[in-house]
């Protein structure tokens, strides 16, 4: 099975920073990384799919990046509105896996 | 307007059966694979099952093979598992989502999630 081991854990930061998060792979999945964003009490939200492409009404602050083993998820400006948790997703294999998740916290 | 709706969440005891439902609406059903992902309580995400548009292909994580059993009725737009010989650690929320496998796939569609208890 893939493992897939984000980094940080938790990570504080301000409005307006620039924030990155990162993600890595057990083994090469090509681009079959996928991005979420989930608020406490609520569904996980798409954000990033095919490691870099922007879904579907995602603000253009998010982007997406990397390939093979390695990846990345950038927020240009943060707003009120970004403090939650992140899960990059791999579906390269069917036995889709989840990283443990970036808490995202106002500093 | 693509809806699931989850059901069948409760408490049960160690080693008891539920069986969750997820109805879809806004979109043909039968033309997307779909998929449980499930939350313990203060915890991330963990893949739990997946099955193909047309029930050909089905997939478990291995901490529920065995145990439980992914199935859909593609003539009542409807979603199912079935847990069986539940633990304390298959306590969580339960999220149906809908697969985009054109390409590059991706989970685009997500239930609001049921919880499932499992106590003494």
């Known amino acids: 099975d893939i493992q897939m081991t984000q980094s940080p854990s938790s990570l504080s930061a301000s409005v307006g920073d620039r924030v990155t998060i990162t993600c890595r792979a057990s083994?090469?999945?090509?681009?079959?990384l996928n991005w979420y964003q989930q608020k406490p009490g609520k569904a996980p939200k798409l954000l990033i799919y095919a490691a870099s492409s922007l879904q579907s009404g995602v603000p253009s602050r998010f982007s997406g990046s990397g390939s093979g083993t390695d990846f990345t998820l950038t927020i240009s400006s943060l707003q009120p509105e970004d403090f939650a948790t992140y899960y990059c997703?791999?579906?390269?294999?069917?036995?889709?896996?989840f990283g443990q998740g970036t808490k995202l916290e106002i500093k | 307007e693509v809806q699931l709706v989850e059901s069948g969440g409760g408490l049960v005891k160690p080693g008891g059966s539920l069986r969750l439902s997820c109805a879809a609406s806004?979109?043909?059903?039968?033309?997307?694979?779909m998929n449980w992902v499930r939350q313990a309580p203060g915890k991330g995400l963990e893949w739990v099952s997946s099955i193909s548009s047309s029930s050909s292909y089905i997939y478990y994580a291995d901490s529920v093979k065995g145990r439980f059993t992914i199935s859909r009725d593609n003539a009542k737009n409807s979603l199912y598992l079935q847990m069986n010989s539940l633990r304390a650690e298959d306590t969580a929320v339960y999220y149906c989502?809908?697969?985009?496998?054109?390409?590059?796939?991706?989970?685009?569609?997500w239930g609001q999630g049921t919880l499932v208890t499992v106590s003494s």
């Open positions: 997703q791999q579906s390269y294999s069917t036995l889709y896996s």
């Open positions: 989502a809908r697969v985009l496998t054109s390409g590059w796939p991706n989970f685009d569609y």
């Open positions: 806004g979109f043909t059903f039968s033309s997307y694979s």
């Open positions: 083994q090469s999945i090509s681009s079959y």
